[in-house]
């Protein structure tokens, strides 16, 4: 199947052939994890965005989803959008009158108020992010105040927090995130090494912390997980995904990360200009999670499990 995308405010042309996934999907399943990106008139970019992504609309992500078979989606706010959730309550809205179940994830400032947050519930919002990886931030105890001033935001709206960081941090904080007040969703296998595959420092920690039933994972962008040197292929991180499936089935979701935005080995990030989008298969990606579960656990991970967290009904 062939994607084919030109977006004039984006200066980005791509052109993705997507693979058959190969496998049978159930009615309902979720990609829990996309973002939108413009157009930037209209939704302008944060001034402290640490890269400039091009512009990724509802109509393409309708069309990826029609060729791979999706029919619910979670749109997630992102670092360069900061924390105008505009971009993303819109595309819920377009989504969901288009027939496309949709729910979304915000970015909350401090000092959001109850009536800000009540409004983005009613648009559709089911959970909170916080980002530490997009800007490099490495520091535990930074991550452990942010949850708790997040967690503390949107506990009587129950919401979860979804977090993006990397396995060291993850794990240095996992009793924390274990024993939150609202559930906690780790984004991308934690960003656990392919390579270093399950015995890696960390893992084992999380894991344990996941058996508690506080924590979900997104089995989502497998490609972060290996190098460019490798050709980052979906498939090599079936051994993690199988750790964290066999810890807790119930907390495991799936999701693509398209549009795929991401730094380009040896050149700097975009700010000012938008980056190129990955040319990721995401009929690939699914494909390769399929051949990791048996059909019990497929229903589990991509139907089951969101319909639960994100409150579709």
Same mark, same amino acid.
Request: proline residues 7%.
């Given at each position: ?15 993705? =052939?997507? *693979? ?14 996309? $973002? ?42 992102? *670092? ?8 993303? =309550? ?9 027939? $496309? ?145 066999? =810890? ?24 000012? *200009? ?40």
């Amino acid at each position: 199947m062939s994607i084919n995308r030109m977006s004039n405010n984006s200066r980005t042309i791509l052109d993705v =052939t997507h *693979s058959e996934a190969g496998a049978v999907i159930p009615p309902g399943a979720c990609d829990c994890h996309v $973002h939108i990106f413009g157009p930037f008139d209209r939704y302008p970019l944060a001034a402290d965005r640490v890269f400039m992504p091009g512009v990724a609309s509802t109509d393409d992500l309708l069309a990826l989803h029609a060729a791979l078979g999706v029919d619910r989606v979670v749109v997630v706010q992102a *670092s360069p959008q900061g924390t105008d959730n505009r971009c993303m =309550t819109d595309a819920l809205r377009t989504l969901n009158d288009a027939g $496309h179940a949709a729910r979304g994830v915000a970015v909350l400032a401090p000092d959001i108020s109850r009536a800000e947050l009540r409004a983005l519930h009613d648009a559709g919002v089911r959970g909170a992010r916080v980002n530490l990886q997009s800007y490099g931030q490495q520091d535990p105890q930074v991550a452990r105040d942010a949850l708790a001033r997040t967690a503390a935001q949107v506990a009587d709206l129950g919401w979860h927090v979804q977090i993006y960081s990397n396995l060291s941090v993850i794990s240095a904080m996992a009793r924390t995130l274990a024993s939150c007040p609202v559930p906690v969703v780790i984004d991308h296998f934690a960003l656990a090494s392919a390579m270093l595959g399950p015995r890696q420092p960390g893992l084992d920690i999380l894991l344990q912390a996941i058996a508690d039933g506080n924590i979900y994972v997104k089995l989502s962008a497998p490609y972060r997980l290996t190098t460019w040197e490798d050709g980052r292929p979906p498939s090599a991180a079936h051994d993690i995904g199988r750790a964290f499936i066999d =810890t807790r089935l119930d907390r495991m979701l799936w999701g693509t990360d398209w549009p795929h935005t991401g730094g380009w080995p040896g050149k700097p990030r975009l700010v000012d *200009s938008s980056e190129p989008l990955h040319p990721i298969d995401d009929g690939l990606q699914l494909g390769a999670f399929c051949g990791w579960v048996n059909e019990r656990e497929k229903q589990a991970v991509l139907v089951d499990n969101p319909a639960r967290l994100y409150q579709f009904e």
